[in-house]
């Protein structure tokens, strides 16, 4: 199996009544485990990098690993440049070997994120990459960048059709209430289904991306919690909701906290306990280990593309 776009799989997941997981990778561990994951769970797969990973570990590291668990587990992956920021860093991951890149123009006038995905779609789909854009503002930490609740807005469904058809995009993030990082409801988690509602209505059989779809598993925040962390108010979005929206038109959907969290729980639990440890390779796997479990978990129970591959 090679290296796949995501063009089947959202086909699939959109009549199937499911979600492909995208899941955020940034080195070897990481992308072990989730691998690990799909391979016992038969799943289909989106690994994505975002810009920092690509600063923090560099493309051509990551790229050669995303191969080597292709190779690994003869599964469909897709393998998408998250959060594109502009067109040269979309042009630099075609150019590199992705089969999907999103750029991420939501925070421009409608007319500038026309105009930006327009530019990222007539150059990916030249070399047979598929393109997700971005309409509406989720809020929250990626990166360098922080959006405020206050900066944030959902999408509006009067504007989908327009956008994707003057764009020729292969799907759209849309905001309805999600947000990026580890605390994402200030009281009870809602979510603007009814947005999502229109939106399907308005562009039928169109695969629809749900950004900051962590849930913050609360036995992660709690294992860092008791081994010297301080994370209050943690919260993340309801795992009914996700299935919910996994039964609509979202067909992908982004998780990149709930692996942070994993992975650092797990480490500090094994210092705690083993504080005389200093092999990389006792807490590195064991914080593997964890990420598979999890992503299970969530391909199971929150995706339903167990079985998909
Ligand atoms: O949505 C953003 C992802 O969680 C990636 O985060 O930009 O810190 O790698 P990052
Ligand atoms: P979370 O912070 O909820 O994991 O969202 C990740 C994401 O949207 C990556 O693009
Ligand atoms: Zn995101």
């Known amino acids: 199996m090679a290296i796949v776009t995501t063009t089947e799989m959202f086909r699939k997941a959109y009549e199937g009544h499911y979600a492909i997981g995208a899941f955020n990778v940034n080195n070897m561990e990481i992308i072990q485990g989730i691998t690990e994951a799909a391979k016992a769970e038969n799943a289909p797969l989106i690994l994505q990098v975002s810009a920092g990973a690509r600063k923090y570990a560099k493309h051509v590291y990551l790229m050669k690993m995303i191969e080597a668990a292709v190779e690994d587990t003869d599964l469909p992956i897709a393998v998408h440049l998250d959060h594109g920021p502009d067109f040269e860093t979309c042009k630099s991951c075609i150019d590199g070997g992705f089969s999907s890149v999103m750029i991420d123009g939501s925070s421009l006038p409608f007319e500038d994120n026309i105009a930006q995905t327009k530019k990222v779609v007539e150059y990916a789909h030249d070399h047979g990459v598929v393109v997700e854009a971005e309409l509406g503002r989720l809020a929250g930490v990626e990166d360098e960048v922080k959006v405020s609740a206050e900066d944030s807005s959902y999408t509006r469904p009067e504007d989908v059709e327009e956008f994707v058809s003057r764009t020729g995009c292969d799907s759209l993030a849309i905001a309805i209430g999600t947000s990026h990082g580890a605390y994402k409801f200030k009281g009870t988690p809602t979510l603007r289904f009814d947005i999502l509602e229109e939106v399907e209505r308005r562009l039928p059989g169109f695969p629809i991306v749900l950004h900051g779809a962590s849930s913050v598993i609360p036995e992660y925040v709690e294992m860092i919690n008791k081994y010297g962390g301080n994370m209050p108010g943690a919260q993340g ?33 094994h210092f705690a306990e083993k504080p005389a440890d200093f092999d990389p390779r006792l807490y590195l796997s064991e914080a ?13 129970n929150v995706l339903g593309c167990n079985n998909k591959a």
């Not at 990420?291 to 199971?300: E, L, R, W």
Request: hydrophobic fraction near 50%.
């Open 288 to 300: 593997r280990t964890a990420i598979k479990g999890m992503v299970q978990h969530k391909i199971v």
């Open 237 to 269: 979005v309801p795992e009914d909701m996700l299935r919910k929206a996994a039964g609509m038109a979202v067909c992908k959907i982004n998780i990149d906290s709930d692996l942070r969290l994993a992975f650092t729980g797990v480490v500090r639990k």
